[in-house]
């Protein structure tokens, strides 16, 4: 099963910010969570990861609670290519190749 | 350019023969995946491989077979054994620094 828990569908309008949540509630010490995104019939696409502390690159921040209990993937202005499926996992990231399992992530809507 | 290529994109075959999927990498990667998608739905492990000579099986590897003699390649055989073999096929593999998953872009098999 898939440690990670998502809405199953969101909507943002246009030139908004997208807040993105994810439940990993039994999150160990050492996983990172990553967040991928998935357009229509294409592979999936890394976007972001990180351990404890918020995480911001060219596409998105990352916000992790203090307890790693959860987090929040922000798209700062969305725009219509952002329509996609987000994907939140729970991962070792250095030097442990183990089984990665995907949940149903969420279908995100940009609207005009 | 350094990446995955998954071959056939698409692929046609009748009911009660077996076929291969190929997946090839030149990124040095030692772990590679198999996923399946069904329309609307997550991505589901099949197999997983963490190092040449060696694989394990996710969580749906029954009617599926691969072996990974090569580090480039890992590819996945659908038998006639899998009772709904129509899917979207995925496979990826991980960079070991970042644990980023890097993915093909998909191949496309109908069962007729």
Redesign the interface.
């Known amino acids: 099963d ?1 440690k990670t828990t998502q809405p199953p569908s969101m909507d943002c309008a246009e030139g908004r910010a997208a807040n993105l949540p994810c439940n990993h509630s039994t999150i160990s010490g050492n996983e ?1 969570v ?1 967040w ?1 995104r998935q357009i229509h ?6 976007i972001i ?1 990180g351990l404890k502390n918020n995480e911001t690159n060219e596409m998105a921040s990352l916000i992790i609670t203090e307890d790693r209990k959860s987090s929040t993937l922000i798209l700062p202005h969305a725009t219509l290519r952002d329509t996609a ?1 987000y ?1 939140c996992i729970v ?7 183990d ?7 969420t279908r995100l809507h940009i609207l005009p | 350019d350094g990446g ?1 290529t998954q071959s056939p994109k698409y692929l046609f075959r009748k009911e009660g023969q077996n076929v291969t999927l190929s997946c090839e990498q030149n990124l040095n990667h ?2 590679m ?1 198999w ?1 399946r998608q069904d329309p609307g ?5 099949i197999y ?1 491989s ?1 190092i040449v000579n060696d694989f ?1 099986k ?2 749906i590897a029954e009617g599926y077979s691969v072996s990974r003699e090569k580090k480039e390649s890992f590819p996945l055989t659908v038998t006639s054994a899998q009772k709904n073999p129509t899917a ?1 096929y ?1 496979c ?1 593999s ?1 960079r ?11 191949s ?1 098999l109908t069962v007729l």
């Open positions: 898939a990172y990553y991928y019939s294409q592979g999936p696409q890394y990861h499926v994907y991962r070792f990231a250095m030097n442990r190749d089984k990665i399992i995907f949940g149903k992530g | 995955i030692d772990a995946y996923y739905q997550g991505l589901r492990l997983y963490q394990q996710g969580d979207f995925l990826a991980t070991r620094d970042t644990g980023e998953l890097f993915f093909g872009e998909g496309r």
